[in-house]
């Protein structure tokens, strides 16, 4: 749940950064474009030189420094918060990171756990095979013994009959 107002909160810094972008473009067009259309004549105000402008523009030079200083301060502010945004996805990303190697050494663990029983059942398998084997077999030569046993019996019975 932190992760979701993390993310909501990064997305609002984000939003407020290019607002703050979108401010600060438009006015440094419009600083730009009041400069470049006006004359300095001097340390007071810029007065308009330039034909067919409605309405004469004249702007102390203050008020343009202050603005070129808010836009410098603006400019400030955007990379601050764009790095903090930055540094909060990096460390997301770490975290991210981190808990994907965790897993994958559980994972490891897990597999060597399963080859190991693996192994040991296989072994098991081979000695309950074996000793299937072995029983068969050993069953295989009782019959013979009673076969035999029986052949010899019924001559041993024959003979005593003649």
């Known amino acids: 749940m932190s992760h979701e107002l993390d993310n909501d909160t990064s997305d ?18 419009d600083v730009e474009q009041l400069l470049t259309a006006n004359i300095v004549n001097n340390d007071d105000d810029i007065i308009d030189n330039t034909a067919p402008i409605p309405i004469p523009i004249a702007i102390p030079i203050r008020q343009v420094r202050q603005q070129q200083q808010q836009i410098v301060e603006e400019k400030e502010c955007i990379k601050d ?34 080859n190991e029983l693996a192994t040991e059942t296989g072994e098991k398998i081979t000695i309950i095979h074996d000793n299937t084997q072995r029983a068969r077999d050993d069953v295989d030569a009782g019959v013979d013994q009673i076969q035999e046993a029986e052949a010899r019996k019924k001559r041993q019975r024959k003979r005593r009959c003649w």
Do not use: V
């Open 81 to 114: 918060i764009t790095m903090e945004i930055k540094m909060k996805q990096l460390e997301d990303e770490e975290e991210r990171m981190m808990d994907i190697t965790e897993q994958m050494h559980e994972l490891k663990e897990a597999h060597t756990t399963l």
């Open 12 to 29: 609002k810094m984000w939003q407020e950064a290019i607002n703050t972008q979108n401010m600060f473009n438009t006015l440094s067009s």
